[in-house]
């Protein structure tokens, strides 16, 4: 069967659901179960592989749906760094978000506290509404990133969903990182998005005033994370910087793609610095 068909390949949706940026999402989850003193709990099962694929593909298929013509014109997607879909594959694509997301929120609805499914349903509906119109978060300038704070959710539902309260300078820090995050990796898109027409953080700043931007949110999020580690703030505020003082340097949207390889990158670094010490210090019982 054709992939444009109503039941399109598998890998067709795992590529459209960019597995290389599942970390953001599973890995998460994963550090919101061990911050609810949990270094394992099968309770939080079906929420970690919800935000695998399922999530992911709400995430970016969704957002693909809706990028058709700015995508079109973007040379880094039909790559590792995002899809590019054809108008053939739109009806798959919401056909494959819908089985694979709704049996999970079923699930969630007859098991999970009203707390933990009130910041779940925020979750998915952020997100939507970052490429959906009539909001679309994406085209609007501050609000494209500041909605992405909702990456950082997973650190509040989970430990709710286990009957533990959030470590709210963890959240508040990875919500103020994601923020920073996703209008440094918008400079690179910032000469396709202003020929679409759209107008992102990035766009009304330009690559110099991402500089400041960005780097207000990264330092909120340091210190905020040095409330909490001081070893997870070190190597974070660290990465930013370099990347921040990177950027300033040739402050463009090449420098931007340039750095983007890094940027990718920095999630698992400081997420390995955190795992590794959330669960030494789960494992020795020192922290519950």
């Keep these: ?132 119109p009539p909001p679309r978060f994406k085209a609007r300038p501050y609000l494209d990133s500041l909605s992405n704070a909702a990456y950082a959710f997973p650190l509040v539902f989970v430990p709710l969903a286990l009957g533990a309260a959030p470590l709210w300078p963890a959240a508040v820090g990875l919500m103020a990182w994601s923020a920073a995050k996703h209008t440094f990796d918008a400079v690179q898109d910032i000469e396709e998005d202003r020929a679409a027409g759209i107008t992102t953080t990035a766009v009304r700043l330009g690559a110099r005033g991402v500089v400041g931007w960005s780097g207000f949110w990264w330092a909120l999020s340091t210190v905020c994370f040095a409330l909490v580690s001081l070893p997870v703030a070190i190597v974070s505020g660290g990465i930013a910087g370099w990347l921040l003082v990177s950027l300033l340097r040739s402050p463009s949207p090449a420098t931007g793609h340039r750095l983007y390889r890094y940027s990718i990158a920095f999630p698992y670094l400081a997420g390995t610095v955190a795992g590794v010490q959330l669960t030494g210090s789960l494992l020795l019982g020192i922290y519950r």
């Design 1 to 132: 069967m054709p992939r444009s068909g109503l039941l399109a390949a598998p890998s067709r949706m795992i590529a459209i659901s960019r597995p290389v940026l599942w970390i953001n999402t599973l890995g998460t989850g994963a550090v919101g179960m061990w911050l609810a003193g949990e270094l394992w709990n099968p309770a939080a099962l079906a929420l970690l592989i919800w935000l695998t694929l399922p999530f992911n593909l709400l995430i970016y298929g969704v957002n693909d749906i809706f990028d058709q013509d700015t995508d079109a014109l973007n040379p880094r997607k039909g790559s590792l760094e995002g899809a590019r879909i054809r108008a053939a594959e739109v009806r798959s694509i919401w056909t494959w978000v819908a089985a694979t997301n709704l049996p999970f929120l079923a699930w969630f609805l007859a098991t999970l506290p009203w707390p933990a499914l009130a910041w779940i349903g925020l979750y998915a509906a952020v997100f939507i509404a970052y490429s959906a």
